[in-house]
Each structure stands twice: as C-alpha cells, then as structure tokens.
C-alpha cells in the first residue's frame, strides 16, 4: 500500500528490487489526517481479496507480518527508513482467538511409541505450499508420507507381515569404486590442489520435507496433468557457517559466496517432470535436471545409463572447460534464487520432495572474465 503525500492511496504488488505493479482499487480511504508531523491514514476493504493478486484474510489469523518504508521523494528509489514487525489482529464485534496453530496429535502406531506430528510449512515466499493448501502441512489434513514411516511401521492390513518368510525380504548389494588425487598443499606459488567441497542443501518446499503432488481432475490428458510448486531463497540460506570438522553440514568461515561444482534435485521418478534452480538477480538459469527415459535393450560400456525400464537423473556438473563442463557459477550470499518443480499428477503420491540437494566451495567474488568469441 503506497500513501503519498497528497493523500492518494495505490495498492501494489511486490516486484523484486522494484517499483512494483498496480493492483485494482478495493481499499476505501476512511480517514486521512496530519498532526504534529505524524501522518494517520485509516482505510477498509473487504475480507477477501478483490483478485488473486490481492492478499485474503483469513478469520483464523491471529497475526500479520508486515514490511513498511518511508520515500525521500514520490518518485521510486532507495527508502529514507523502513521497519518491520507483526501486527495483531482481533475481531470487532466478537471473540478473538488468541492462539491457533492447529491439531497437535499424533499418527498412530501399534509397534513402536508414537511421535508427535510436527510441520512446519514457511509461507510465500519461501514456498507456496500454505497458498496450494497442500494436505502436508496440517494433521488434519495429513495424507501421507514420511510422517506415517516415523516409527519404523509399513502400513499394510493387518493380516500382511512382510516379515513373516525369507521370499519376502530384500537382499542386495553395493559396490562402490573411488577415484582420488594426492592432496598438494598450498604454496607461495600455487594454491592448494583440491578445495573443500560443502554441502549447499535447501528445500523449495521450505522446511516441510515433503508434499503432496495433488491429482489433476479425472480425464485430464497427461500432457495438461502438471502439479508445479515454487520456492524462493537466497544462497546463504543454504550454508551453516561452522566447523567443518564437526560435521558434514557446516560450511566454515564464510567468504563472499560460494563456488557450486555439482547440483542435483530430489526428482522422484516416476512423475518428476523436471527441476529448475534460477538465479532471480540476474534471470539465468543454473541447473536444469531433467528425467531421461532409457531406451536401448541393455546398458553398454558407451552408455551406462541407456536400459529400457530404467530412469536417468543426470545432475548438473561444473568446472574446467577442458573437462567439457560449464563454468562454475559464483553464488554471493545474497543471491536471490528460484526453485521450480514440476510433476505429472494423473495420480496422487504422496512424500515428494524438492530438494536440492549441492556441492561448491566457499569464495571470493571472482574478477569479470573478458572472453572472445569468433
């Protein structure tokens, strides 16, 4: 909402480091005074948004976040000062809850001791899993997922046990081959041979750890059967600044950004569809994995991953251009990035995620890089 200084009122969407866009009116300006330098405006609208870019109320909030700036001038720049904090809202003409954050129960078991059911889905912009109204996020409306694996049960009808004969169970095995360089220390002459690559982790559904891939209407043609959810964050949301040698997660003593060497997204055959990761600052894209479907009647030693009936998820490398990779792109902290997930929902599955799940180094900002092409 932009007040200016002659008393007009404007209703703004929210663009990234912009001026934003112009809504349809629905605020009615019921009072608007000046007195000892302070400026009161008071203004009314109806409780649902007059369109989806509008913000709705909801009668179960209790609470509003809010961002405010006062201008220099009335044109759009840099603010003269700004705030933030929470605004409690309370009912007129009636009682006010004064604390609701749903059911607070548990999944039950018959086995093992049954864990309370916690969620915890960040809103927009962080995800649009509260805007979807995605089953995940509540008890109430909790379908399933990992919630339900918690406490080490299968879920099958009573008169299944998977573990009632030797048939039943799984045997397998894994190989594992590793390549490796002798580390070279740094040097006053040459830096160090390898860097230490840090986990760069963080979901697009925001700290819920899964989602429901809702399905589409029946009859819906596969093509038109899509399920998108959004996320946004910035790199150092990614990043847990403390001893690497305390554990695998911590990142160290921070730089300027971080170098990513290899992206890959939690793309769960077979409705992934595909996963992008953007840089919002700049508008280019960073990784886009893409599931590839084999096709060839058995794997060959040319291509490993090409067999009929099985599905590849080929990650996004980056490094030496000799190597035939991309350069590695420089995440400063501050970046502002996008994740994008698409599934194919003919058919509900529930426990999806939308991870990304990476590997860099930490660094400085890199020196522009003047390249001739013919």
Not at 153 to 166: G, Y
Not at 344 to 365: D, F, L, P, V
């Amino acid at each position: 909402i932009n007040v200016f200084t002659d008393g007009s009122v404007h209703e703004m969407q929210l663009t990234n480091q912009g001026g934003g866009v112009e809504l349809k009116r629905s605020l009615r300006l019921v009072s608007h005074t000046v007195s000892d330098g302070t400026r009161t405006v008071v203004l009314s609208r109806p409780f649902a948004g007059a369109t989806p870019a509008h913000f709705s109320f909801s009668a179960r909030m209790h609470g509003l976040s809010y961002i405010a700036a006062a201008g220099k001038s009335a044109r759009y720049g840099y603010h003269r000062v700004s705030d933030d904090g929470q605004l409690a809202l309370r009912a007129l003409d009636g009682t006010t809850c004064v604390c609701d954050t749903g059911a607070d129960d548990f999944i039950a078991s018959d086995v093992n001791p049954p864990e309370r059911f916690h969620k915890n889905c960040l809103p927009e912009p962080f995800s649009d899993l509260q805007r979807l109204k995605n089953p995940t996020c509540a008890l109430e409306t909790y379908q399933g997922g990992l919630r339900c694996c918690r406490n080490g049960n299968i879920l099958l009808d009573k008169h299944q046990n998977p573990w009632d004969s030797a048939e039943h169970r799984l045997t397998y095995w894994h190989k594992f081959r590793f390549y490796f360089e002798e580390y070279r220390p740094a040097s006053n002459s040459r830096p160090a041979s390898h860097q230490n690559l840090v986990r760069f982790f963080r979901e697009t559904e925001a700290q819920s750890g899964e989602y429901d891939v809702m399905p589409a209407p029946s009859g819906t043609p596969p093509r038109d059967a899509i399920y998108q959810i959004t996320g946004h964050f910035q790199a150092k949301d990614g990043l847990k600044m403390c001893n690497p040698r305390t554990s695998p997660h911590c990142a160290g003593r921070g730089r300027a950004g971080i170098n990513l060497v290899y992206a890959s997204g939690h793309c769960h055959a077979p409705s992934c569809i595909k996963m992008e990761l953007w840089n919002a600052d700049t508008g280019r894209l960073i990784c886009r994995q893409t599931p590839l479907v084999g096709t060839a009647p058995a794997a060959t030693a040319s291509r490993p991953y090409d067999e009929r009936g099985y599905v590849a998820i080929p990650p996004c490398l980056f490094g030496a251009e000799s190597e035939g990779l991309l350069p590695e792109p420089f995440l400063a902290y501050d970046t502002n990035l996008t994740s994008i997930k698409w599934n194919n929902n003919t058919y509900a599955h529930y426990g999806e995620m939308a991870m990304w799940q990476m590997r860099g180094y930490q660094s400085w900002q890199p020196p522009p890089v003047s390249r001739t092409f013919a």
